[in-house]
């Protein structure tokens, strides 16, 4: 797969950061060269064969290459993976997103697929069992202090060298001992509880079922490219006489289709058993409270759990492609609280948590691998209920407060209750709807709805009142109807929250059907691109470059006499403001010359905005900043070493302040500063870049 010169590098830099030099020499070699074999990668990497096996060993057990055998020659070609190396930039964004929405053992089970890589569930619940508990439980006065610095682009991950299993069925035999890698026993404290293996097993019942965590397959340690080649391959031997004319051909297609099919379904198994038999709450149960205070996304995980211990050698990884899911309902709701408020933003989160349940990639390609469900789900889009958008709200949110006031007569019935059947189609930088007025549906699926003696109760949310009781407290909304409204009532309510999403200019939501709603991201996230690349430009040049650049984007390629009239500028000024940004790559140009002569006074002069082009530099220069982040993050570490190997030592990690003189200590303070500004960069980076591209 080619990338950029930035982009190899930086993937590099990311491995190096998480799992160490031998891997990101591998890999930095893979994307530089090209599908390799072991003997080249050790002439490229100045590695024995030896070393090269035990690198690519590790960068497959963390899903950073693929490896194609061929099995009439028995050589093996490796090929590396740069969106996977990439996404090791998102763990921290990652573990927060899972932290909050599904507890804190799923975030620290999350952490240690990240340290291992593809295991078995029961070399994972083991793990994690004893890992956790060690942490907790030492009373022989030693403690285990994680080297966390609290940065979101990369947590860094313990490497417990002290972990040692035990009895291979369960380390846990005696709940009042442990050992530990020197062979010391150690009791384990009255009020620190061993972790439970059930509690492990259904949250990673859980997180199955959720699709953040996937069960590996063999297939998958293929590219897709290569995947989609072996499968075209095997299905040709069906064809002694080849694949020639119309109908030969559509079978050759429909049994590869079929066939890719098949993979699709069979690394889904496992997720498609714990939501059929186990997973899915009935709507009218109340969701169970997480540990973290937040509310469970749908998922009851009662018998999940036995349905993995079943299955204890089921293997199974992080899915990025889910992640990054989840990653995108959060910046849409971020985007969305700034227009609508932030009772509103959350009612579309609700809204977005209940379409990812059926939503598994933001981004798919010629050779992604679907089944026929996800296939069906992409080409004819996800629609959701209202009442599976209020099952998936949480509690603590007042419906009643967020909407305003406004008369009968101010109110457009028929356009506010428009069911829109067909998404809309982006031209520039303005959405337009494509829709017949034949195949526009005015009926409404509210009609039912009293609205006598509504303008009373918006008074009262407008001006704070009714949701606030006697003690200044806002009382808890019930989703049972016990609390302040009826469930009813509550929908009715949410449902103007939902009408407000619809009507705003960013169309955040598209009623799509009688009591159906759905979210168009194609044309939300063009909106924050476009918002990203005028900032960018603003910042770079000024109003009149981003006047210009609108006005290109909205009416295609334009002259250079007739774009000064319209942007109202003098035409010399035009003139050095476009040559500025065509240097910068922001804008284009097309020289077509009237005659053979190609005389500048008898040329017209074509400026235009390519975006896709826009988009490809501006991600290079992206990936560029985070490099020298990066390295300068390491150069800075070389400065500092005497100090940052003081501060590695175990008995001095937490009480840095108490054990380091103060010119050491400061010193370890100002490298801590400027570590978190890199990141903080690197993670500004990466919004760009999720934005630009993965999104």
Avoid at 171 to 194: K, L, R
Avoid at 482 to 496: D, L, V
Avoid at 663 to 677: A, G, M, R
Wanted: charged fraction near 30%; glycine fraction near 6%.
């Amino acid at each position: 797969m080619l990338v950029t010169r930035n982009a190899a590098d930086l993937c590099a830099l990311l491995v190096n950061e998480l799992y160490g030099q031998l891997p990101s020499r591998i890999v930095a070699a893979l994307l530089a060269r090209g599908r390799s074999n072991v003997r080249d990668l050790a002439l490229h990497t100045s590695l024995n064969p030896k070393q090269v096996r035990h690198g690519l060993a590790l960068a497959i057990q963390h899903n950073l290459v693929f490896y194609q055998t061929d099995h009439e020659t028995a050589t093996t070609i490796y090929e590396g993976n740069p969106q996977a190396s990439y996404h090791l930039a998102r763990v921290g964004k990652i573990l927060d997103v899972i932290d909050r929405k599904y507890g804190v053992m799923a975030k620290n089970l999350v952490n240690d697929l990240l340290m291992l890589g593809h295991v078995e569930v029961a070399e994972l619940v083991r793990y994690h069992r004893l890992k956790h508990s060690l942490k907790k439980g030492r009373t022989n006065g030693e403690q285990n202090h994680d080297h966390d610095h609290n940065l979101d682009p990369y947590p860094y991950l313990n490497n417990d060298n002290d972990f040692k299993n035990g009895d291979p069925d369960d380390p846990f035999n005696d709940d009042s001992h442990y050992v530990n890698g020197n062979g010391t026993a150690h009791g384990i404290a009255d009020d620190v509880m061993p972790i439970q293996a059930n509690e492990v097993y259904d949250t990673l019942a859980q997180l199955i079922a959720a699709g953040v965590i996937e069960s590996v397959s063999a297939t998958m340690f293929q590219s897709p490219q290569d995947l989609k080649a072996s499968v075209e391959q095997e299905c040709t031997k069906e064809f002694p006489n080849g694949v020639r004319g119309a109908k030969v051909t559509t079978e050759f297609d429909a049994m590869v289709k079929s066939q890719i099919r098949a993979i699709g379904v069979e690394r889904t198994t496992m997720k498609r058993k714990l939501q059929e038999n186990a997973l899915y709450e009935p709507s009218n149960i109340k969701r169970r409270k997480l540990a973290n205070g937040g509310m469970s996304n749908g998922f009851a995980g009662d018998s999940g759990g036995s349905i993995l211990r079943d299955e204890p050698n089921t293997v199974v990884r992080l899915n990025f492609d889910k992640c990054l899911v989840e990653l995108r309902n959060q910046k849409l709701t971020e985007h969305a609280e700034d227009f609508v408020g932030e009772t509103t933003a959350q009612v579309f989160a609700a809204l977005l948590s209940s379409l990812c349940k059926k939503v598994y990639r933001c981004q798919h390609d010629q050779h992604t691998i679907m089944t026929e469900e996800e296939e069906e789900t992409y080409f004819t889009g996800v629609r959701v209920t209202s009442e599976e958008i209020f099952d998936n709200l949480s509690p603590g949110v007042d419906v009643s407060a967020g909407v305003g006031t406004a008369s009968e007569e101010d109110i457009d019935i028929r356009f506010a209750e428009k069911i829109r059947k067909y998404p809309p189609q982006i031209q520039g930088s303005h959405l337009h709807e494509t829709l017949d007025e034949g195949d526009e549906i005015l009926g409404s699926d509210d009609e039912d709805y009293d609205r006598s003696g509504e303008h009373l109760k918006k008074a009262h949310a407008n001006g704070h009142h009714g949701s606030i009781a006697q003690n200044g407290t806002k009382p808890s909304r019930d989703h049972s109807g016990e609390g302040q409204s009826s469930r009813t009532e509550q929908m009715r309510q949410m449902r103007q929250h939902l009408l407000i999403l619809a009507e705003a200019k960013q169309q955040f939501v598209r009623h799509c059907g009688q009591n159906e709603w759905t979210v168009d991201f194609g044309p939300l996230i063009q909106q924050l691109r476009y918002v990203e690349l005028d900032t960018m430009i603003e910042d770079n040049f000024g109003r009149q470059g981003l006047r210009l650049t609108r006005i290109l984007r909205e009416k295609g390629k334009l002259d250079d006499k007739t774009l000064p009239a319209m942007a109202l500028m003098r035409k010399p000024d035009v003139h050095v403001k476009m040559a500025e940004m065509e240097m910068a790559g922001f804008l284009e140009v097309q020289e077509v010359p009237r005659d053979n002569n190609r005389a500048a006074n008898r040329t017209i002069f074509f400026w235009f905005f390519d975006e896709a082009r826009t988009l490809k530099r501006v991600l290079d220069n992206v990936y560029k900043s985070m490099v020298r982040c990066l390295e300068r993050l390491e150069v800075e570490r070389y400065n500092k070493r005497n100090v940052l190997s003081l501060t590695d030592r175990r008995d001095i990690q937490g009480k840095e302040e108490e054990m380091l003189r103060g010119d050491v200590y400061n010193e370890y303070l100002e490298f801590t500063e400027i570590e978190k500004k890199l990141f903080s960069q690197v993670s500004r980076l990466d919004d760009l870049v999720s934005i630009f591209q993965d999104f």
